[in-house]
């Protein structure tokens, strides 16, 4: 697990990150030490359908002010800082990578949000929060490098106070079928921890979960797909964007990633589940 896990930190941190979003920030004609968090929305939403397919799931729980939320594998803090924004509640973050940890507080500073997200480095399978500290939990393709899923759902629920809402957006392995690598999430198979819906609904039920709804969103995300190659296809890529956070192997990545969700062999699911009264 140790093993798959500084893989996963190293996947993620080999690119100065904060330095190449400051230089395009920079070249957009922005003032990097004081942005809105919507400029970097193209950068800080590392998921499938960015932002939108944040705002779709958000759209689904009630939030209010008054929760505390949490952000497991927070990643730059895009989908932390949206939250706060939107509903005016405190979010923590927590994320396996340092690097990303840093970046995550540099732009909630630039941003003026320091104050109302809060971001720490730890793992998903051994999260450095109390018990029945948070109301909702988010987890936002972050699944597909924790091989544990049952440990995974454990902590969710250990964290969540009864009643608590966990509602989780991932890639899944939705048939049959080879994927080639790297993909966004893994240059190589060894980090890839990719599980089937059952997989989720199994480890979810053994933690205590009960599942209200769920969604594939295949269809969606095809859309999205042909929105980011038209795009791509239009000229030089914008100077924020996802590729900020992938590295040389961006085109191969997002190649790959997009021919198995065609294949129908993944596709992005969304899962909501209630935290039982124990």
């Not at 500084?6 to 690119?15: E, I, L, Q, R």
């Not at 939107?86 to 973050?93: K, L, M, S």
């Not at 450095?128 to 500290?133: F, K, N, V, W």
């Not at 589940?273 to 124990?278: D, G, I, L, N, P």
Request: net charge negative.
């Amino acid at each position: 697990m140790r093993d798959v896990e500084s893989g996963v930190s190293k996947h993620y941190a080999s690119y100065d990150v904060l330095s190449r979003i400051r230089t395009a920030l920079a070249e957009m004609g922005h003032d990097p030490d004081r942005v809105s968090p919507e400029v970097l929305k193209p950068v800080d939403e590392f998921h499938i359908g960015g932002a939108e397919a944040t705002s779709a799931l958000l759209e689904k729980l009630s939030i209010r002010p008054d929760m505390q939320v949490l952000d497991i594998g927070s990643g730059i803090g895009g989908p932390a800082r949206m939250i706060a924004a939107r509903y005016g509640c405190h979010v923590t973050g927590v994320d396996l990578t340092p690097h990303f940890v840093e970046t995550a507080r540099a732009l909630s500073t630039m941003c003026g949000m320091a104050d109302c997200v809060h971001f720490e480095v730890g793992s998903a399978v051994a999260l450095p929060l109390g018990d029945a500290s948070f109301d909702l939990a988010l987890l936002l393709h972050v699944g597909m490098n924790v091989p544990d899923k049952v440990a995974l759902f454990r902590e969710a629920r250990r964290v969540l106070r009864d009643g608590g809402t966990f509602a989780i957006y991932e890639v899944m392995r939705t048939g049959d079928g080879e994927l080639s690598f790297p993909v966004p999430w893994a240059e190589t198979p060894d980090l890839s921890a990719l599980e089937t819906p059952e997989t989720y609904h199994d480890a979810a039920k053994a933690a205590g979960f009960a599942l209200q709804a769920e969604e594939n969103r295949r269809e969606v995300a095809l859309d999205f797909f042909a929105r980011l190659q038209a795009q791509a296809a239009s000229g030089a890529p914008p100077p924020l964007g996802l590729h900020n956070l992938m590295g040389p192997t961006v085109k191969e990545k997002v190649a790959n990633m997009i021919a198995a969700v065609r294949a129908g062999t993944i596709a992005p699911i969304q899962m909501i589940f209630s935290a039982a009264h124990h």
